[in-house]
Every structure is written in structure tokens, then in C-alpha cells.
């Protein structure tokens, strides 16, 4: 083991650490505009205040100067552009596009300082009109968020621009739903998916199950996912569409697709709610809490892995019929303002607040909070808006950076289907892949890859050709070939016939800084770590610079897998724990694959 450390690199830096690096970037044919009734709201947000808070509110009289990133466009007026103009404008918006993942968000009326100048309702329609052209020449389409007026016949709108890639059916949102086993969240998302309240005992929540047992005992022990759509104009698409809906029909009709993961409350279940988080990397997480029980044990620790993994999240409360929210919220206030935690509560109490917190017009730093009832459905318009609106949050640049990667499917879920075999889901992380592609999966219990062929891909519970870097999707294999023993943890990568094969590993070096520890950790602690899909127990084996660490501590580490290889490399964010409690989060710097260990 002596000469195996003299491998680990002394110049990874022990100090500076950054325990919370903040993520950047949170149909064919054009439609008719509709304007949203209810839209046309009073916003009387008081957590203006902070210099970090970019909420769009049309209240305050001026927005943030227009930004040179992202998917937001200020335009004063859009009317009778000359050719060459409205060439530049169209390319404009394309570019929108992208930065917003197929949508954006345009402010017409408004300056490129912010300034709310309006226009009169002869220019306000000529310039709807010309973004309407605009759209459509890209097979985009368009739908009017809100219209306000902001003098004597003089309004400034803003307008949603969506348009879905050539290769996709519509813009997906990955939302993982967090919270306490009581909270309710297997109802809400009964409710949101199936378009039927609650009856107050749970029945909307039968649908979500999976097994008997979560049946009879009311919790959730596994992962559950479940799809809200929404059309070009913004109406949802669910069960209650059409009389003989299925999953496959809210796909095709729909041009955003929001896939929720309904994960386990229960302690219990805790590992299963990690791995979930680590491997299928929602956009966002939705934290629900009882108005009834308030925020307790498995809140806190919810709330605790999200931040580490650096994940937005918003909140809402439930059971608001039962009792007031009031002071939940209070208590949502205190958590999200503490020192470690430094965000900003912005209760959602109308559709204007619910576009600005969902249409990437809101810092980072900001906190959207929904008081809801599944029983009377109170607030449940506010959520479906918010989500109407709600972006990806990736950045172009990196969107486009990870498709030019090496194929890399790490996978979370395996399956067997009759008359198909093995059918494995998990998320792409990289690169693109294709039906009737060759790719290798691994690792094997000896660190090497077998050579398969994906045969079919499944999106959503609908066949498709393609997947893109961040997208999940299920693969099935070419019938007859030998597979080896599939196990979850695995990944599919890339079988491009270079010499230097991939392995897999045993010893890995992070970087790593402890979010809590009762005690300390010395060398021959025991954890299990998650790497993406990957969920193992590993043993500390040795600690750059010192003999034990503790809560806020960071340091070089060096594990090892207990079970069996690994496919690890440099970058990959890990998280550790031990027990309900103990935490840490880390990123791999060095990795050992077998083949090259046994050759030393």
C-alpha cells in the first residue's frame, strides 16, 4: 500500500476549496398570441431589495439593464423593420434561442438600460406582429406572458419565444420532488399529472405508486417518474387531456415536457433518494413541506444534499387548507437565511411573481415559494405557470462543449422486457448517441468493457433516434448479442478503436471538504460514495497534509472501492455519507485504472 500512495499527487492544493460553486445559467409553425388574463397582475414583491435580486417586475418601473448572456432580449419597438433589419433581428433571436435551450424571453417596450418607455397600442401590435414573423421564420412560436400598462395608453409586454430542436420532440425540464414522507408530494404530483384534486385521504396519490407495499403503507420507496406537458400556448397537457391519453400522446402533443422524479422521504430511503439526485441530474429540485409539520429532520437534509450538489430548487407548501402556512414560511425564512445557507425567500402570490420566478429572470439567489392545496387546489395555477416558464439551466456554451465529448451514458436503471432483453435508463453526461451505434459498457468485475451495439432509444416513453449531453433516455441492445452481467453504476462510452482502452478503478484522489462530522475522520473510514449513477461503499486510504478531518474541513483524499471497479474520471463531483448524518462533497482530481496499477 506504501508504493501504491507514492502515486498520489502532492501538488493537488489543500486549501481553497470552494464548498459552494454557483452554476451559471439556471412545435414547427408559429401560433397565435394569447394573452393570459391573469397576468395582467399587481406585483408587490418586497425582496427587491438585494443588490443580487433580478426580478423582472414591471411595478418597480425600470428592469435590469438588459443582459448580453442568456435568453433575455430587450426591445423597445419591433415596427416595419427593413429587410436587412429584420434578418438581424431573426439571426437575434436564434441566438436567444439557443442561450435559453429553444427558448427565450423578449421585453417589448423596454430600453436596453431597462427603462419601461411602453408603446402605444398602434406600435405595441405592429411590434407583436413583426415577433410574430421573427418566430416563424425560425418555426418557432410565441405566446404573450403579461401586458401592462404603464401610462396613459402606452404598455410594455413581455412575450415567450419557444422554438424545438430539429432532432427533438419537444424542450424537456428534469424536476426532482423532494420533502418529508408526509408532505405530500406523491399527491401533488397525482394532482399536477392526473388533473384531479384530492379527496383529502390520499387517493391522488395511487396513480404514483409502484409496488403493493407503497400502496399499503402510503410512501414512496423507489424512484417514480411522471410527466406534466404543455402546449405551444401554454395550456397543460396531462391524463385529463383527452379521455384515452397516455404518456406517449402527452409527449408528441406537447412542446415542453416537465419530467418529474418522485423520490423517497423516508429515512429509510435515503440512499435511493441520493443516488437519484447524483445520477439522473435533475435541472431542479422541488422541496415540499407540510404547512402542517413544518420543516424537520429530513427537510433539513434534503435541503442540505441539494445545495452541496449545487442544484436550484424552489419550495412549495402543502395542506395549506388544513392549517395556515404562515409559519412555515417563517420557518422556510429563518433556514434559507442562515449563515450557511445565504438565499433569499420570494413567496409566490400571483401569476406575475410565478413568470418572474420561473422565466430565468431570477438570480440565483432567490428561493420561489408556492403555498398550495391539493384538496382545493389553491395556488396550483401559480405552480403550472411557473413551470410553463421554467428553463433548463445550462449554458450554451457547455450545452455544446459535452456534445462535442466522447459518448458517455451512465446508467441508473436496468430492465428486462419481453421479446427485447435488457433494457438499461440512465442520462447521457456527454457526447451524442445514435440508434445502431457501437459502444463499449463496463466496468467488468476484472476493470475491462465489452463491446455491445445500442439498438433502439426510448425518450419519455416514446421511440427517438437521438440523444443529446444531459438528456435520460432508455437504450435496448442488438437482439442475440452476448451481455455481460449489467449492474447499476455502469456506464456506456464510446467505442472509438483507440489503443488506450477505458478501465475501470479501484483507488481514486478527490478533493474533498466535510460538510459534518460529529467526530473526525481518519484514515480506514468507511463511506458510501456517489459518483453520477455509481453508489458504493469506499475506505479512505490516505489523507494529503494531516491524519483526520473534520466538519468544514478540506484535504486530498485517497479511496478505495470495497465491491468492485469503477469507471471514474478527473471532474466528476462526488458526494459521501455515512450514516443519516456525516456528509461531504468533493471532486475527483486522479484516478488509477486497473490495468495500469497492475503494470506497476
Not at 430539429?166 to 399536477?192: F, M, P
Not at 440512465?426 to 465489452?450: A, Y
Not at 478527473?570 to 471532486?587: A, Q
Request: overall charge negative.
Amino acid at each position: 500500500m506504501d508504493s501504491f500512495l507514492s502515486l498520489f499527487d502532492p501538488n493537488q492544493p489543500d486549501d481553497g476549496f470552494d464548498e459552494e460553486q454557483e452554476l451559471n445559467g439556471n412545435s414547427s409553425g408559429s401560433s397565435e398570441f394569447e394573452v393570459d388574463a391573469n397576468a395582467i397582475n399587481n406585483n408587490n414583491n418586497n425582496n427587491s431589495n438585494n443588490k443580487n435580486n433580478l426580478i423582472f417586475d414591471f411595478e418597480q418601473g425600470a428592469l435590469p439593464p438588459e443582459p448580453q448572456l442568456g435568453n433575455v432580449e430587450y426591445k423597445l419597438k419591433l415596427v416595419n423593420p427593413s429587410k436587412q433589419r429584420f434578418e438581424h433581428l431573426v439571426t437575434q433571436m436564434k441566438w436567444r434561442l439557443r442561450e435559453g435551450h429553444g427558448e427565450a424571453i423578449y421585453e417589448i417596450g423596454v430600453s436596453d438600460a431597462g427603462h419601461l418607455q411602453g408603446l402605444s397600442d398602434k406600435d405595441m401590435n405592429a411590434s407583436l406582429t413583426t415577433l410574430k414573423q421573427m418566430a416563424h421564420h425560425l418555426g418557432a412560436s410565441t405566446s404573450v406572458l403579461r401586458r401592462k400598462t404603464i401610462a396613459v395608453r402606452r404598455s410594455v409586454a413581455e412575450v415567450l419565444v419557444r422554438k424545438i430542436p430539429d432532432d427533438q420532440h419537444n424542450i424537456e425540464v428534469r424536476v426532482a420532488v423532494l420533502g418529508g414522507a408526509d408532505a405530500g408530494k406523491s399527491t401533488l404530483l397525482g394532482v399536477l399529472t392526473q388533473d384531479e384534486l384530492d379527496n383529502g385521504h390520499g387517493r391522488a396519490r395511487l396513480n404514483m405508486f409502484r409496488h403493493m407495499h407503497e400502496i399499503q403503507s402510503g410512501r414512496t420507496s423507489c424512484i417514480s417518474h411522471e410527466t406534466l406537458g404543455f402546449d405551444a400556448l401554454g395550456n397543460v397537457v396531462n391524463y385529463k387531456y383527452n379521455e384515452m391519453m397516455t404518456a406517449e400522446e402527452i409527449s408528441d402533443r406537447s412542446t415542453k415536457l416537465v419530467t418529474f422524479m418522485d423520490l423517497a422521504g423516508h429515512r429509510r430511503y435515503m440512499r435511493t433518494t441520493v443516488q437519484a439526485l447524483s445520477g439522473y441530474s435533475p435541472h431542479y429540485a422541488m422541496l415540499v413541506v407540510s404547512a402542517g409539520s413544518g420543516c424537520n429532520d429530513t427537510t433539513e437534509e434534503h435541503l442540505a444534499i441539494v445545495r452541496a450538489l449545487d442544484m436550484p430548487f424552489f419550495i412549495l407548501i402543502t395542506k395549506t387548507d388544513i392549517t395556515s402556512p404562515d409559519a412555515t414560511v417563517q420557518e422556510l425564512r429563518t433556514l434559507l437565511t442562515n449563515i450557511g445557507c445565504r438565499k433569499v425567500p420570494f413567496v409566490v402570490t400571483n401569476t406575475d411573481e410565478a413568470i418572474s420566478a420561473g422565466s430565468n429572470q431570477v438570480s440565483e439567489n432567490i428561493v420561489p415559494i408556492f403555498c398550495v392545496s391539493n384538496v382545493t387546489g389553491t395556488g396550483l395555477n401559480l405552480v403550472t405557470k411557473f413551470l410553463y416558464v421554467l428553463s433548463p439551466g445550462i449554458s450554451n456554451a457547455e450545452k455544446d462543449r459535452l456534445e462535442l465529448e466522447p459518448c458517455e451514458f451512465q446508467i441508473d436503471e436496468i430492465f428486462r422486457v419481453t421479446d427485447v432483453g435488457p433494457v438499461v435508463g440512465g442520462l447521457l453526461v456527454q457526447g451524442v448517441l445514435t440508434e445502431n451505434m457501437p459502444m463499449k459498457i463496463g466496468p467488468l468485475p476484472d476493470g475491462s468493457f465489452h463491446a455491445v451495439t445500442v439498438h433502439t432509444i426510448h425518450r419519455n416513453k416514446a421511440p427517438c433516434r437521438v440523444v443529446r449531453a444531459g438528456q435520460s433516455a432508455s437504450l435496448s441492445f442488438t437482439p442475440a448479442q452476448e451481455l455481460p452481467s449489467l449492474r447499476s453504476g455502469m456506464v456506456l462510452l464510446s467505442d472509438s478503436g483507440n489503443i488506450d482502452e477505458p478501465y475501470g478503478t479501484y483507488f481514486f484522489q478527490a478533493k474533498v471538504s466535510v460538510l459534518f462530522h460529529a467526530t473526525a475522520i481518519y484514515v480506514g473510514f468507511q463511506t458510501t460514495v456517489h459518483i453520477g449513477s455509481i453508489r458504493q461503499t469506499a475506505v479512505i486510504r490516505g489523507i494529503m497534509g494531516g491524519e483526520k478531518l473534520g466538519t468544514n474541513d478540506s484535504a486530498s483524499v485517497m479511496f478505495e472501492f470495497v465491491g468492485h471497479p469503477e469507471y471514474v474520471r478527473p471532474g466528476m463531483r462526488i458526494l459521501f455519507r455515512e450514516g443519516m448524518s456525516s456528509k461531504g462533497i468533493g471532486v475527483v482530481t486522479q484516478v488509477f485504472p486497473v490495468n495500469k496499477t497492475r503494470a506497476k
